[in-house]
């Protein structure tokens, strides 16, 4: 079976806790797109072309440290306004997506550009404050010292830059389900996209 599920939205919105409860409950692989962003960002920050680094990047530097800092997160959004940056990734992620067995694909730009027919389509957003504040608690039981204050400025700008590039920029595609998950707790958020999910499932068997 072929199936995807493409889950856009901005930072910190719930996106991947959600896209790993629904790979775990259908059983489908899950690809968080924001890693290979992140990973790019890394190698720009140590010197690399980001460029290069995009047309050189190994599945295995996904694994490799901590790539959900704060810092790699701005060096992120930053190539990811770069075209070139953004088509030499763009295989990985749809060879991914066909994958036999259903996947899910978390990002910015997986309805809209990485896969337009993918079968279900989900835009998770949260206020940025609520969305600040659970990437607070994160940062922070990581042991970094971010205050709320920096978090959320951050969410923004990178909301901001995420949004307003011109190549591939972050928005709901037309036939994507919108889920707020302002006032919903992860396993509340959780159900509704399963239920919505399950919907799609059988016709696609
Ligand atoms: O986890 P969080 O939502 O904070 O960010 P992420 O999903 O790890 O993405 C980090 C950055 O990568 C984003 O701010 C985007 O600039 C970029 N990104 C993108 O442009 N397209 C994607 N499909 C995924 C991430």
Redesign the pocket.
């Known amino acids: 079976m072929r199936f995807t599920v493409a889950i856009d939205g901005p930072?910190?919105?719930g996106?991947?806790t959600i896209s790993k409860g629904v790979a775990a409950h259908f059983g489908f692989a899950h690809l968080?797109?924001?890693?290979l962003?992140?990973a790019v960002g890394r190698r720009m920050l140590g010197g690399t072309d980001p460029v290069t680094a995009a047309q050189e990047l190994s599945a295995d530097e996904l694994e490799q440290g901590d790539l959900r800092t704060a810092e790699i997160?701005q060096a992120?959004?930053k190539v990811?306004v770069i075209p070139e940056v953004r088509s030499a990734l763009v295989d990985f992620q749809r060879a991914f997506a066909r994958r036999a067995g259903g996947a899910v694909l978390?990002?910015?730009?997986?309805g809209t550009v990485i896969c337009p027919t993918a079968e279900i389509k989900l835009f998770v957003t949260a206020s940025a404050e609520v969305r600040a504040q659970r990437?607070y608690l994160e940062l922070n039981a990581k042991g970094s010292d971010v205050t709320r204050e920096q978090v959320l400025a951050d969410v923004r700008e990178?909301d901001a830059?995420?949004a307003d590039r011109s190549t591939?920029p972050m928005k709901p595609a037309e036939d994507a389900v919108m889920l707020d998950t302002t006032d919903l707790n992860i396993q509340t958020a959780l159900a509704k996209a399963v239920a919505v999910i399950g919907e799609k499932l059988p016709t696609a068997r």
Request: hydrophobic letters at 35%.
């Open positions: 930072a910190a919105a996106k991947g968080d797109t924001g890693l962003y992140r997160a992120a959004s990811a978390d990002g910015r730009d997986i990437r990178r830059r995420d591939a």
